[in-house]
């Protein structure tokens, strides 16, 4: 079974500062991918980065990296210059990397951080 | 290119009534997905299809929940009947196969039962 916990209910970050979300996770898979997805109050979950498993280097897109510790598993979001539009919820997701069966590439969700960027 | 389409968008029944959501996928995209999201806490995967084939539906309660995609392009999900606990936002996400990574999502409806 796979698991994500994001200890942090919620994150204030003052404009053009950079915040690091936590996210650790769990499974007996080898092979997993780690995402991480930002849900605006309009409701739609929007994809922002991905991480796989055997990546050697960190994952980045524009000002969102992020900082991939296999070890200690963890998979946290850093956002670099935080922007008014950055305010939202931030869910970290998992999957297996190998399809073994149904519900395998499935996405586990942990239960969110509320990111609010103070002007 | 249009993105995901779900209607409602907000939804306010009684419980022991049926509901039902419609989703259409970005065109092309073969796997469809069906999320439940109660307030407070991610999305759990309900439902996967393949074209018009279900691939994983172990977390969906058969009992009061179905769902179809008949011709492997719009899907339906069906509550009846609707308890209050299932009080939640439906998620409906596509992907271009079962193994892309990126799933892009629908902006979901909100059901409040009563």
């Known amino acids: 079974a796979q698991k994500i916990t994001q200890t942090q209910p919620g994150m204030f970050v003052q404009e053009k500062e950079a915040v690091t979300l936590d996210c650790t996770y769990d499974t007996s898979d080898q092979s997993y991918g780690l995402f991480w997805y930002k849900q605006p109050s309009s409701g739609e979950m929007i994809f922002l980065i991905y991480?796989?498993?055997?990546?050697?280097q960190n994952a980045t897109e524009g000002r969102y990296s992020l900082n991939f510790q296999k070890a200690r598993k963890s998979a946290n979001l850093v956002i670099s210059a935080s922007q008014l539009g950055d305010s939202a919820m931030y869910f970290c997701?998992?999957?297996?990397?190998?399809?073994?069966?149904?519900?395998?590439?499935?996405?586990?969700f942990g239960k969110g951080t509320k990111l609010s960027v103070i002007p | 290119e249009a993105g995901v389409a779900q209607s409602p968008r907000y939804k306010i029944i009684e419980k022991r009534q049926s509901v039902a959501f419609w989703c259409n996928p970005i065109?092309?995209?073969?796997?469809l997905y069906w999320y439940q999201q109660i307030l407070g806490q991610g999305p759990k995967l309900l439902i996967q299809f393949q074209n018009n084939g279900v691939v994983d539906d172990s977390q969906l309660p058969k009992d009061r929940f179905s769902a179809e995609r008949l011709k492997g392009v719009d899907s339906t999900l069906k509550i009846q009947p609707a308890k209050l606990e299932d009080s939640a936002v439906y998620l409906c996400a596509s992907s271009f196969t079962s193994d892309s990574y990126e799933q892009y999502f629908g902006p979901g409806t909100r059901l409040t039962v009563t």
């Open positions: 991480q796989g498993s055997y990546d050697e």
């Open positions: 065109s092309g995209h073969a796997t």
């Open positions: 997701a998992m999957r297996g990397g190998a399809y073994s069966g149904a519900g395998s590439y499935q996405l586990t």
